[in-house]
Each structure stands twice: as structure tokens, then as C-alpha cells.
């Protein structure tokens, strides 16, 4: 169906909540992008990193989400329509022009299945971008869809090695590779000599982030090193998780050498990159962290568990420092040594960031989205 942009406009709003326009030059296509909502979390950050390339410059992007959000300012500057829809129910008309209207969709994250249903058999490329693990998925499986019934105008892709293997496990099905893209924002700075090594902890306020297991680690930091290193801690409580977030902030509160920030914006989170020695994410379950991703592009020490899915890129020091998931003394060890050797691991920090060029810049994903969508 060829149809113009401010009748597409008007058709969406109809059975809409809330409909916000974006004032751009009409293109030649049109993709439509599912979200689960439009809240600050990781899944939303790689997505609009993924709309940001180059690829989609040719298509108008309309955003469907059950909740608007932070992200929808940040949708709106990309010149994105965004509809807000509380329910996915529609009437069939309304269906129809979401199933003919558009030459490709998008779907981002397994949370959002349940329009994928609307798209089963249709003459219309869908891909659809997995983020979650596979024990995050089993936790679903109830109300999933078995992936191996999907039509073949459906294209499952997963964020990370750690995703393919998930859905593998499970479904027994492979699905591509699609990495999310980080812009390259490092630049030369000649660093400050510091009193203290800073070790920068961005995350989500979640028992999955591990916040917990590297406290645990700084309460066994002997004297000399307590006085010797800075964690900085931000993020945010998720909801229903919030009695949590209030214990690692209390525990953070009562240390010497930790700080917390609260939510940072990205451009915050970025300068923080910046300033610090190394990254860390001690997770118990984690599809990557993005914000490891981010670290090796400034060219970071990281330490990360064995559970995040950027530790199958890594090998323990080589190109970072890996340990076991919840091993508080392992991770103590690797904490130990970058707060010790720190002048001298410039190599590690190099070669984490050759991970990031090799796996996560925008010409890689370049690469791979053209496979994908060609």
C-alpha cells in the first residue's frame, strides 16, 4: 500500500493514546520500530544507536510503544513518529495498515512478541532483534511463541554470541548475528594524574548487575587499597526491584572510597568513561553489557563476570580481565592487580579496544545489516 505520510499520520492515531509527529522531509520508505517502551534502559540505548546508522536514512521510522518514556524526545529529534498504544488489540482495519503500510519492521527485544503475531505470513521483511539470555527467555517461555513456527519473512537476530547460543539451546534454531553499533566518541586527552585509580560502575539498580557481589569486594580491599582506589557507582532502581537499590546505596553511603551519582544522561555517562581507569559490570546474568561495549571504545581496563555476554569476545589478560560470576575473590584479585599495575596495562586497554573495532563500530554493523535486510 502506497500511502503519504500524513495519511499514514492520521490512520495511526486512531486507535492511539497518544500520537507525536515529526516535522522531516517525507522519504522514500517508511520501517515501523516496536519497542517494549520508551524507558531509559539498555535495550532502548543500542536501539537508537542501531537507528542512528546511515542505513536507515532512506525510511521514515514511525515508533509503536505500550509507554512513553524518555526516549521519546530522543525518537522525535531522529525524526521518527512516535505512537503511543497502551493495547496491542486493534480493529482489522487498523491492523491491515500496520501489515501493508510500511516496507520494513523492526522489533526490538523479545519482550515485545506479542506483535509479531501481526506480521506471520506477511509480504513484509520483519526483523527482529533479541537481547535476552537464554535463562531470561526461559522465564517467558509460558507465554512465548516457539521461534521455530515464525514464517520466513521473520528474521530473529540475536545482539550478541551469548544470544545466538540461548536461542539455540532452547529452539534449537541459528539465528544471525546483529551487534549493536557504538558511535566511536574517543578522543586524545592527556589524562591527569590522579592520587586515586577510579573504577566506574554504570548500571541498572538490579540484583542481575551484581552491584552486591563488587561491594563485597571493596569491604575486603586492604587499608593501602581502600585509600588508593574510587568506585563510582550510577544508575537506577528498576521497578518492583527497589528495595534492592536501596541497599547498594546504603552499603555505598557507608564505604570511604565509593559514590553514588543517581542517573546520568548519556553524556554524562560518557564523560564518567572518560575520567575513569576502569570499567567494571560483575553481573550474574547479562546479555553484554552495552556499557563494557562503551568502555572499550575510550579505551578502558574492564572487568567483567563470566556471565556477561562481552566475556565470550574476551580472554582474562589479554584484552581485559574476566572472573568467575559471583566469585567475590577472583574479582578482588583482578581489582588488586589493575589498582597496582595500572601504568603498566596500557596493552590490555589497547587491545580491548581492537574488540570494539573489530565487533561493535558502525561499519561492522554496517556490514551485517546489509547481509540481513539484502
Given at each position: 500500500?502506497?500511502i503519504?505520510r500524513?495519511?499514514?499520520d492520521?490512520?495511526?492515531?486512531?486507535e492511539?493514546e497518544?500520537i507525536?509527529?515529526?516535522e522531516q522531509?517525507?522519504?522514500q520508505k517508511k520501517m515501523l520500530?516496536?519497542?517494549?517502551?520508551?524507558?531509559?534502559s539498555?535495550a532502548?540505548t543500542v536501539m537508537l544507536?542501531?537507528l542512528?546508522?546511515?542505513?536507515?536514512?532512506?525510511?521514515?521510522?514511525?515508533?509503536?510503544?505500550?509507554?512513553d518514556?524518555?526516549?521519546r524526545?530522543?525518537?522525535l529529534n531522529?525524526?521518527?513518529?512516535?505512537?503511543?498504544?497502551p493495547y496491542?488489540?486493534?480493529?482489522?482495519e487498523y491492523r491491515?495498515?500496520?501489515?501493508?503500510?510500511?516496507?520494513?519492521?523492526?522489533?526490538n527485544?523479545?519482550?515485545?512478541?506479542?506483535?509479531?503475531y501481526?506480521?506471520?505470513?506477511?509480504?513484509v521483511?520483519?526483523?527482529w532483534w533479541?537481547?535476552?539470555?537464554?535463562?531470561?527467555?526461559?522465564?517467558m517461555?509460558?507465554?512465548?511463541?516457539?521461534?521455530?513456527?515464525?514464517s520466513s519473512?521473520i528474521?530473529?537476530?540475536?545482539?550478541?554470541?551469548?544470544?545466538q547460543?540461548?536461542?539455540q539451546?532452547?529452539?534449537?534454531?541459528?539465528?544471525?548475528?546483529?551487534s549493536?553499533?557504538i558511535?566511536?566518541?574517543?578522543?586524545?586527552?592527556l589524562e591527569?594524574?590522579k592520587d586515586?585509580?577510579?573504577?566506574?560502575?554504570?548500571a541498572a539498580?538490579?540484583?542481575?548487575k551484581g552491584q552486591?557481589?563488587?561491594?563485597n569486594a571493596?569491604m575486603m580491599?586492604p587499608?593501602?587499597?581502600?585509600?588508593?582506589t574510587?568506585?563510582?557507582?550510577?544508575?537506577y532502581?528498576?521497578?518492583?526491584q527497589?528495595?534492592?537499590?536501596?541497599l547498594?546505596?546504603?552499603?555505598i553511603?557507608?564505604?570511604p572510597n565509593?559514590?553514588?551519582?543517581?542517573?546520568l544522561?548519556?553524556?554524562?555517562?560518557y564523560?564518567?568513561?572518560?575520567?575513569?581507569d576502569c570499567v567494571?559490570?560483575?553481573?550474574?546474568?547479562d546479555?553484554?553489557?552495552?556499557?563494557?561495549?562503551?568502555?572499550m571504545?575510550?579505551q578502558?581496563l574492564c572487568i567483567v563476570?563470566?556471565?556477561?555476554?562481552?566475556?565470550?569476545y574476551?580472554?582474562?589478560?589479554?584484552?581485559g580481565?574476566?572472573?568467575?560470576?559471583?566469585?567475590?575473590e577472583?574479582?578482588?584479585?583482578?581489582?588488586?592487580?589493575v589498582?597496582?599495575?595500572?601504568?603498566?596495562?596500557g596493552?590490555?586497554a589497547r587491545?580491548?579496544?581492537?574488540i570494539?573495532?573489530?565487533?561493535?563500530?558502525?561499519?561492522?554493523?554496517?556490514?551485517?545489516?546489509k547481509e540481513?535486510?539484502?
Amino acid at each position: 500500500m502506497v500511502i503519504s505520510r500524513e495519511e499514514l499520520d492520521c490512520k495511526l492515531s486512531k486507535e492511539a493514546e497518544k500520537i507525536y509527529k515529526s516535522e522531516q522531509v517525507e522519504k522514500q520508505k517508511k520501517m515501523l520500530v516496536v519497542v517494549p517502551d520508551l524507558n531509559l534502559s539498555g535495550a532502548m540505548t543500542v536501539m537508537l544507536e542501531m537507528l542512528e546508522l546511515p542505513y536507515w536514512d532512506t525510511y521514515d521510522l514511525y515508533v509503536i510503544s505500550s509507554e512513553d518514556g524518555e526516549y521519546r524526545e530522543k525518537m522525535l529529534n531522529l525524526g521518527a513518529t512516535v505512537v503511543i498504544r497502551p493495547y496491542v488489540w486493534c480493529s482489522d482495519e487498523y491492523r491491515k495498515v500496520l501489515q501493508s503500510a510500511f516496507d520494513c519492521v523492526f522489533i526490538n527485544s523479545a519482550v515485545a512478541y506479542y506483535y509479531v503475531y501481526y506480521f506471520m505470513n506477511m509480504p513484509v521483511k520483519v526483523l527482529w532483534w533479541f537481547h535476552e539470555t537464554n535463562t531470561q527467555l526461559e522465564t517467558m517461555q509460558r507465554e512465548f511463541l516457539n521461534l521455530n513456527l515464525l514464517s520466513s519473512n521473520i528474521q530473529v537476530c540475536g545482539v550478541t554470541p551469548t544470544v545466538q547460543a540461548g536461542i539455540q539451546e532452547i529452539y534449537g534454531k541459528k539465528i544471525k548475528l546483529l551487534s549493536m553499533p557504538i558511535k566511536d566518541k574517543r578522543r586524545d586527552v592527556l589524562e591527569e594524574k590522579k592520587d586515586e585509580v577510579m573504577f566506574f560502575v554504570p548500571a541498572a539498580l538490579t540484583p542481575i548487575k551484581g552491584q552486591d557481589i563488587l561491594i563485597n569486594a571493596i569491604m575486603m580491599l586492604p587499608e593501602e587499597y581502600q585509600r588508593r582506589t574510587k568506585f563510582v557507582f550510577c544508575g537506577y532502581p528498576l521497578p518492583g526491584q527497589t528495595e534492592y537499590g536501596e541497599l547498594i546505596q546504603k552499603a555505598i553511603k557507608m564505604l570511604p572510597n565509593t559514590e553514588f551519582l543517581g542517573a546520568l544522561e548519556k553524556t554524562e555517562v560518557y564523560e564518567w568513561y572518560q575520567k575513569s581507569d576502569c570499567v567494571i559490570a560483575p553481573s550474574r546474568v547479562d546479555a553484554t553489557p552495552t556499557t563494557i561495549v562503551e568502555a572499550m571504545m575510550f579505551q578502558k581496563l574492564c572487568i567483567v563476570s563470566d556471565a556477561t555476554g562481552i566475556s565470550r569476545y574476551m580472554q582474562d589478560c589479554v584484552n581485559g580481565f574476566v572472573f568467575p560470576s559471583e566469585n567475590v575473590e577472583e574479582l578482588l584479585k583482578r581489582i588488586l592487580l589493575v589498582t597496582a599495575e595500572k601504568e603498566r596495562l596500557g596493552e590490555i586497554a589497547r587491545a580491548g579496544r581492537n574488540i570494539y573495532e573489530s565487533n561493535f563500530s558502525e561499519e561492522v554493523i554496517m556490514k551485517q545489516l546489509k547481509e540481513i535486510m539484502e
